[in-house]
């Protein structure tokens, strides 16, 4: 569940950092490009649709979405540093790109593409295939200056190979990476298709954002079929016009090219598009805007006067419509009941509002969101996991214990399902089902601090003290700052005559949580003499 603020209305220091980067970056844009073009006023009309755009609005205020704005800044440095290497090539400005590169890569694998954008600046502002020569040199051919700036990059190269791989076996250990089951080829090959005509449409028209659109399926066939058509046609153009105006395949292969890493080919999370994923793509499509409309109006009489209130009436209303979309990141409550209001079929947008008021104690409205999300995804085990907790917290633990357990058939390996279930048995006294559902919690999830602690509970009360004291002792060094675990640590030595060691946990616990009374009341007993036998909670 997301838990964010509106940076502009209730600032802290993690989104203000965000804002910060955010700031850079646009600096950075605008410096880039007019060193490279002495564009002033284009340069500075790319830099400020960066800056207000209502699609960039994601990426600056969750804060979780500090990736986004930490890998521009080092992309942004990255090409500084590529430009003063081309001006004047050394070993030592090399090594300065790589190690951006690198460090741009460790903030977010989607740079994976810089390469590729470098490739496209040689062409266009830098005019790297075709440099000076001394008369006495013959010009060398388009293909062998290609084969030089290519190979030029190879290490580079190497290094986005060796994130993708890494980055790959990552997502895919811990189970972000969608299998082909789940989402077939053909599909994904679709929505790519579609998406790149709909992150362009959103460029143009900033309406109906949300923090996630669901998948439509099936994608009628005209959809894509003309975004097929659509993508060629431009393709097309732009290569045939390029000779004449190289900012429009530069800037139109910017924008394919640094979208295919979130393009879903690989589907990372089971959205098919997002608003984020738009941060550096859409510099491309800025840069064909600005230089496209400026070409074209100095071919009229009033162009040149018109040119620069069209480019502030444009930004006056990207602003104003970002501030309108930051009014949704106010809370996460507002966050969700807006991606409702402008989607479809959101299943996840249910379940994460029937988490957000689950959490302020709104359980039958928890319960009516849980179960919408069911009946738009009814293997959707996450919701069933959730609405099984809230069904606990009212007493209703038959139905909590159906939907813990058709959590389960869907994904046998859910850790949280299998805590949960654990703790609704052991509630019922079924000490060794509820021993199992822990067991495979973290077989699933080693290092899941509540479901050893859980365990020890159950394993304490089922006589197995030295069993539950190992359980114990590894969730509180997971999570050092547990209290509970402490003072059950404390509580399962009291049972053991290890007393220095229980006061020593019960003091932490109470150092932890001060107001901890059950720990408070053990520790007091346990000096003064008069201590009474107590089972772990």
């Known amino acids: 569940m997301l838990d ?6 209730n600032p802290g220091p993690h989104h203000l950092t965000n804002l910060l980067f955010h700031i850079a970056n646009t600096l950075l844009l605008f410096g880039l490009l007019h060193r490279t073009t002495g564009a002033l006023g284009r340069s500075a009309f790319v830099a400020g649709l960066f800056a207000v755009h209502p699609l960039h609005v994601e990426s600056v205020t969750w804060v979780a ?17 590529y430009v003063a290497f081309t001006r004047r090539p050394s070993l030592h400005r090399y090594l300065a790109v790589f190690l951006l590169f690198a460090l741009g890569l460790m903030a977010k694998p989607m740079l994976v593409t810089l390469p590729f954008v470098m490739l496209l600046l040689d062409f266009w502002p830098l005019g790297r295939l075709a440099p000076a020569l001394p008369a006495s040199r013959p010009a060398p051919s388009r293909g062998r200056a290609i084969w030089v700036l290519v190979r030029e990059k190879v290490p ?34 679709a929505n790519a298709l579609v998406s790149y005509v709909a992150y362009t449409g959103k460029m143009l028209w900033p309406a109906r954002l949300a923090v996630f659109y669901p998948y439509v399926r099936p994608l009628p066939g005209w959809w894509v079929a003309g975004a097929s058509l659509g993508l060629l046609a431009v393709s097309v153009a732009v290569l045939w016009l390029g000779p004449r105006h190289p900012y429009l395949p530069v800037g139109w292969f910017w924008y394919v090219g640094t979208l295919v890493p979130v393009i879903g080919l690989v589907q990372v999370g089971s959205q098919p598009i997002a608003d984020r994923y ?20 100095i071919r009229r009489p009033l162009g040149r006067v018109a040119l620069p209130i069209a480019a502030g009436v444009v930004l006056l209303a990207c602003a104003i419509t970002a501030r309108a979309q930051l009014q949704n990141w106010e809370s996460s409550k507002a966050l969700w009941e807006h991606a409702l209001a402008v989607t479809t079929g959101n299943n996840v947008a249910r379940n994460n509002l029937g988490n957000v008021l689950a959490k302020q104690g709104e359980f039958d409205d928890a319960i009516v969101q849980y179960s919408a999300a069911l009946r738009i995804k009814p293997d959707y085990a996450f919701a069933h996991n959730n609405l099984g907790r809230v069904l606990a917290n009212q007493g209703r633990i038959s139905e909590a214990i159906e939907h813990y357990s058709a959590a389960l058939r869907i994904e046998p390996d859910y850790a949280d399902a299998h805590n949960n279930l654990g703790i609704v048995l052991a509630g019922q006294g079924k000490l060794d089902e509820a021993i199992a559902h822990y067991s495979r919690a973290l077989r699933a999830k080693p290092d899941f601090a509540d479901a050893h602690n859980n365990l020890g509970i159950a394993l304490a009360k089922a006589g197995r003290a030295d069993e539950a004291i190992h359980e114990f002792l590894e969730a509180v060094r997971i999570k050092p700052d547990y209290p509970e675990a402490h003072n059950n640590l404390g509580v399962v030595l009291v049972s053991k005559g290890r007393v220095g060691e229980a006061i020593s946990q019960y003091s932490e616990a109470l150092r ?23 089972n772990p909670q």
Do not use: C, H, N
């Open 156 to 189: 580079l190269l190497a290094l986005t190979v060796v994130s993708s791989i890494v980055t790959f076996a990552v997502q895919r250990r811990g189970g972000s990476v969608m299998s082909l089951d789940a989402i077939p080829l053909g599909v994904r090959a």
């Open 4 to 9: 964010v603020q509106l940076y502009g209305l």
């Open 278 to 297: 738009t941060y550096v793509p859409l510099i491309g499509l800025f840069i064909v805007v600005a230089w496209g409309v400026s070409d074209l109006a």
């Open 512 to 534: 932890l949580k001060p107001d901890y009374r059950e720990a408070r009341r053990s520790l007091e007993e346990l000096t003064s003499g008069t201590t009474s036998p107590r």
């Open 65 to 81: 979405e500090r990736k986004d704005v930490l890998s521009t800044l080092f992309a942004m440095l990255t090409l500084w540093a």
